[in-house]
């Protein structure tokens, strides 16, 4: 990959559906260039496809993330409590106050209140703080 091809993935990245001829226009190359530029892109694997991204009122269900405080020594004594729990997406440890942040994924917000309710019945852990995801603005994770 060079500069071009990184400034076309730039392009395609703040929006998918842009036309090849502004894309060409942006990176100052010819509008073929650019279309062979994507097509190899593609076949190599680099571009892996394109997506929709719906805001999240649009969006059946429910995204939250949890902020978790607990008592264990270690965050890996208390992750056993999420890896029961289907709808979690994933659990990471954190800096500050808190110790994980857990991102859930459920078809409503009942689903939600009974896996906060789990969560609140857990000894080991003492805090937790509810964030509900109201919009997604930008989404770059590789898939």
Known sequence: MDKFDEAIIAQLRVNARESISNIAQSVS???????????????????RGYQV????????????????????????????????????????????????LVHVQADSMRRIHEIREQLDAQIDIVKIKTHVVMSEWIDNQRR
């Open 53 to 100: 991204l719906l805001s999240e009122s649009q969006k059946e269900g429910v995204s939250v993330y949890f902020e978790i405080q607990h008592r264990c020594a270690l965050c890996s004594d208390v992750v056993h409590v999420f890896k029961t729990i289907p709808e979690v997406i994933t659990c990471s440890s954190i800096t500050g106050d808190m110790d994980l």
């Open 29 to 47: 190359l010819s509008r073929s260039a650019v279309s062979e530029r994507i097509k190899k892109l593609e076949q190599k694997g680099i571009i």
